[in-house]
């Protein structure tokens, strides 16, 4: 598997809660640590989780990581219109080299 | 606080060679692994590989055959090149510190005869 999956939409109005999930396997998620990033329009990325579920200085409480087994989860609670953005998740593989989700456009309704 | 200056040619033509230099400013290379990443035309981001500060490599096994990866811990930069180019290497290429957690703004290549 030379990708992480993530649904490619996801949507809600302002104040909702959206999860945005990431499917790996034993070689990445599984074994290794989960990033999160948000990459608004025109920017480069932004870290937003790292290490599964810790949360760099200046990124709001908002934003929350998880995983278990080889999936993983970012969850945006009352989403916010700024929240509009791609997000992405990446790990490490076990066959030494760094793998990057598919990518979630989150669209604030 | 780190940051990242990266620079490079922005057009190329077919079979040309890639190449782009990034700068690390406020930080050491010691310690971290530098990575280079790509992000071709409203698409994804492709990790292309990464450099430790004591020269070992990884590279993205897609790639491999065409990258070249190095670092010169006097000037604290570290460097990537991408050769015989085609128009499938168009992309915003970004230089990046470890995980990453630090990124640098990007450099459009296009790749056109």
């Known amino acids: 598997q030379s990708v992480l999956t993530q649904p490619p939409s996801a949507s809600g109005t302002p104040g909702q809660r959206v999860t945005i999930s990431c499917s790996g396997s034993?070689?990445?998620?599984?074994?290794?640590?989960v990033y999160w990033y948000q990459q608004l329009p025109g920017t480069a990325p932004k870290l937003l989780i790292y290490?599964?579920?810790q949360r760099p200085s200046g990124v709001p409480d908002r934003f929350s990581g998880s995983k278990s087994g080889t999936s993983a989860s970012l969850a945006i609670s009352g989403l916010r219109s700024e929240d509009e953005a791609d997000y992405y998740c990446?790990?490490?593989?076990?066959?030494?080299?760094?793998?990057f989700g598919t990518g979630t456009q989150v669209t604030v309704l | 606080q780190v940051q990242l200056q990266q620079w490079g040619a922005g057009l190329l033509k077919p079979s040309e060679t890639l190449s782009l230099t990034c700068a690390v400013y406020?930080?050491?290379?010691?310690?971290?692994?530098w990575s280079w990443i790509r992000q071709p035309p409203g698409e994804g981001l492709e990790w292309i590989g990464e450099?430790?500060?004591?020269?070992?490599?990884n590279y993205n096994p897609s790639l491999k055959s065409r990258v070249t990866m190095s670092i010169d811990t006097s000037k604290n930069q570290f460097s990537v090149t991408l050769s015989s180019v085609t128009a499938a290497d168009t992309a915003i290429y970004y230089c990046?510190?470890?995980?990453?957690?630090?990124w640098g703004n990007g450099t459009t290549v296009t790749v056109s005869s």
């Open positions: 990046a510190r470890g995980p990453p957690d630090v």
């Open positions: 406020g930080g050491s290379l010691s310690d971290y692994y």
């Open positions: 450099i430790h500060h004591s020269g070992r490599t």
């Open positions: 034993s070689s990445n998620i599984g074994n290794n640590y």
């Open positions: 290490r599964n579920n």
């Open positions: 990446a790990a490490w593989d076990d066959s030494l080299r760094r793998l």
